[in-house]
Structures are given as C-alpha cells and as structure tokens.
C-alpha cells in the first residue's frame, strides 16, 4: 500500500465513526443454527448452464444475494430449502439505499442466514464519500459476513460511464476497503466480474477474499486460476421463499471450511 494511501485511510477512521449514528437497524436475535449449513439444496436455476465437471452442485454451501429487486423474502422458508448465507445490498454511491436492506438484514438473521451487506461501486464520487455512506446505514453485528464492495463497470448507468485507470480504480478501493475494515473490524470480500478484473488487474489490490461472477464457466477456466472464494454462478434462481429471478452463489469449500471461514471472517 502507498503510504500516502494508509495515511488517508486512517484520517478518515475517524470522521466515519463519527458518521455510524443510529439510523441502523437494530439486530435481532439468530437461532442456535445461525449460518450453519443448510439442511438440503432444493432450488434450481430457471436457465441453467453446462459447466461440465466442476458444477456448482459440486460445492455443496450455497447462498443468494438480494435487494429490492427481492421483495418480501420468505428467509425462513429459503433457508429450509437450501440458502446458508445471503449478501444484501444496501448501498450504492454516496446517495442510495436500497429500500429492502433494513427488512431483509432483520429477517435473514431471524432466519438462521448468515448474511452481510454490499456497496455497489459509483465510479464517479470519491471512495471517502461511499464508505462513510455505507456506514451510516449498516449495523456493526457480531456473525454478521464481512462487508461486499461491489465493483464493476457501469456502461449503461444515467449518470456515470466513465472509465478509469486501473490504478486509480485500485487505489480508490483501497481507501474504501481500508475505512470500512477499520469500522467493522472485518477484512471486505470483493465481488466483481470477469471483465473488470482483467481491465483493471484487481488481483493487485490486496490480498481479499473475492468473490466472483462467472455464469458460462468454472471461476478457475476465466480467472486465469486465482484464488477465489465465492462464485456467482446464475442470476436465473428460482428459489422457494424468494419471489422473482435471484442470483445463486456457491462457497468454494466443504461444509466444515465454510464454518471455519465463517468463525474466522464473521466475528
């Protein structure tokens, strides 16, 4: 990391704890089972693809990520037939919150799903602006799953399609990384897509845990063989409890890594 990087990271700790003020949700008490596998896989994929040898049946902790798209999740019902852990999202750029995450961060861990909270990345608002907003708006929670920053390129957005280097891109994840990790005290995951990790050599940003989008092959046949730790292989589920099309996503381990994964990166 730039030293200049660390020393912006770490001035901005304190305007942002200042910022986590009490508009979050207050949490709700989790079941004994809380993130435990799933007792059964019983949802499927309403366009399913041939991934050959490697499919996602093969990883046998599975989950789904969510927003407003999703209304009126049934967690209950989606985690008895299969859904072990769930992203939300909450925010995106310096000025949106998607009107599900307070609903949905509530129910799931009512429902014994372990979930957290991701950022979709405004390629045009300084990473400083987004991290304090995710901040204000999601809860620091014991087991909660680490925060998400969610990055991609935005070709089709209203407002913002430019496209920036690929350091720059790195060196503003890392200023939002390093402030919401100093907040939460929780290492992000990194979700992104294969040609955004390309473009912009994301590899180079830090040793996270990523968490991919890979919907026509195994994550290890696009990503050049990196280490990668969660897969979004369809945005097709069809998945009892979850009105409409939802993306799935698969852990990259067995059940007994999972729960250490789990113990390591959800305290």
Known sequence: MHHTGMIRALSLLFALTLAACGSAPAPSVAPATYGQPAPRLNFADTAPHDFGFRAPQDHPVHGIDASRHQPQIDWRTARANGVTFAWLKATEGGDILDPAFRDNWRAARRAGVAHGAYHFFYHCRPAAEQARWFIRHVPREAGSLPPVLDLEWTPFSPTCTIRRSGAVIRSEARIFLQAIEAHYGKRPVIYTSVDFYRDTQLWRVGPYDFWLRSV????????????????????????????????????????????????????
């Open 216 to 267: 026509a092959a195994h994550p290890d046949a696009l990503y050049g063989g990196r280490p990668w730790t969660f897969w979004q292989y369809s945005s097709t589920g069809a998945v009892p409890g979850v009105p409409g099309e939802v993306d799935l996503n698969a852990f990259n381990g067995s059940a007994s890594q999972w729960q250490a994964w789990l113990a390591a990166n959800a305290g």
